[in-house]
């Protein structure tokens, strides 16, 4: 933010100076014109003493003293008049001080006007402010709808304003306040069924309801899509969750980050299926049970590990981060033991969705954690698709995983999967 103010002023001052330089010289000028208009007084003073020294000894007559004064009064005009076109007068110099204070002025009162500036705050301070901000929108926006109770998409709006704040039970009623209108809109019971996805760190019975009747109304809804291949892996139903990703991956744009990560879980997904099948051939399990998701992991990574389960897989090891969470003296008082913890980590560069989580109490810490792709939250989405990665840490007042004023947390320095022996000290308190 400093360097910003500091570049800001640089060029305010860089402006001033090109643009003043010509006052400049043209004070140069002045002092310059000034010096000789005295001189030039000086000179006709001399000429006008001689002259009349010339008559009292009687060398020139009356007639030709009055007109001699009168040639000498003329060019003394002139000499004047040409110096003051030269110095150009006091007005200029007035134009170039009012544009040395108005320049500086209007530059800072455009940029409040039509930039951004809170774009040039602290990251934390931008994210509370734009909370802040969609808070009191939300506000108002109950207010007024309950004095106009009946307005759908007004309904709508508060319960996704509502569900990106993390309020997730006034979003449940905001979207049940929708009316009739919601049961006939796939999009709506998609976000619907994220947001309880999202509240219960899963998909609960409900969720699953709301998503078949998104895909039943609308069979190429985007979001339904993706959701309905969500549940369908986290219940072991590979097969059905990579036909749910393949009809979605035709509508997303080719290559972009979107069309990666539905890839990367469909490949996933036909991984997850062919192993169910080996299972099952095996006689491990019933023909037909899903396999559970860590189960395959670890079979399809290492062959052998039936034998010898309590040895990690060799991919899972590679890309796992190992390390030390800390509660730090200063904000030890501020924390209760039954706070919910919660370690992730996210990628350096790439979207914020945590690419693997856990969740502990504080009354745990110190805690020795691990985090490997068997906690991704989302396939596809995990630690071994990241470059560069970072563990944050937070202690939740509210019990979820949506910050919050007065959370407690901390964060590691950006790491590669597979590091090892990171200490994260949860130390600070958010605003």
Not at 88 to 101: F, T, W
Request: aromatic share 4%.
């Amino acid at each position: 933010m400093i360097a910003f103010y500091l570049s800001g002023a640089a060029l305010v001052v860089a402006a001033l100076v090109l643009l003043l330089r010509p006052w400049w010289l043209q004070n140069r000028r002045t002092a310059s014109a000034d010096s000789q208009t005295a001189l030039n007084v000086a000179i006709h003073r001399d000429r006008l003493a001689e002259i009349e020294r010339d008559h009292l000894n009687g060398t020139l007559a009356a007639p030709d003293l009055a007109e001699a004064r009168e040639e000498l009064q003329r060019q003394l005009l002139e000499d004047t008049a040409a110096a003051d076109s030269v110095t150009g007068g006091s007005g200029d110099r007035r134009a170039g001080i009012a544009l040395a204070v108005v320049l500086p002025v209007l530059a800072v009162s455009l940029y409040a006007l039509l930039g951004s500036p809170a774009a040039i705050l602290p990251e934390a301070e931008r994210t509370q402010k734009a909370t802040a901000d969609m808070e009191q929108l939300t506000i108002r926006l109950a207010q007024k709808l309950e004095q106009s109770p009946d307005n759908p998409e007004g309904w709508a709006m508060l319960a996704r304003s509502y569900k990106s704040l993390g309020r997730w039970d006034e979003a449940e009623r905001a979207f049940l306040r929708i009316g009739p209108s919601l049961e006939s809109n796939a999009e709506l019971l998609a976000e619907y069924a994220e947001m309880l996805a999202q509240r219960d760190n899963g998909f609960g019975e409900r969720a699953r309801a709301l998503i078949r009747k998104a895909l039943e109304i609308d069979p190429r809804n985007m979001l339904a899509l993706f959701l309905g291949g969500g549940e369908a892996f986290e219940s072991g139903r590979y097969a059905e969750a990579a036909t749910l990703w393949e009809r979605l991956l035709p509508q997303l744009e080719p290559g972009g980050e979107d069309a990666q990560l539905v890839e990367a879980s469909i490949a996933r997904a036909r991984q997850g299926s062919g192993a169910g099948r080996q299972a099952a051939g095996r006689g491990d399990v019933p023909a037909g049970t899903a396999v559970p998701q860590d189960d395959v992991h670890r079979r399809v990574a290492q062959p052998g590990a039936d034998k010898d389960a309590a040895k990690p897989a060799a991919g899972v090891a590679a890309t796992s981060l190992r390390g030390r969470v800390e509660l730090s003296a200063a904000v030890k008082d501020k924390a209760k033991p039954d706070d919910v913890v919660f370690i992730f980590a996210r990628a350096v560069d790439g979207p914020r969705m945590p690419l693997a989580a856990k969740r502990a109490r504080v009354a745990d810490l110190p805690l020795e954690f691990v985090l490997d792709d068997s906690q991704a939250v989302m396939p596809g989405a995990n630690l071994s698709s990241a470059q560069q990665v970072r563990v944050e840490v937070r202690i939740s007042k509210s019990g979820t995983a949506t910050p919050s004023s007065g959370d407690l947390t901390g964060k590691s320095e950006a790491v590669k999967p597979g590091a090892k022996g990171l200490r994260v000290v949860i130390d600070r308190v958010e605003p």
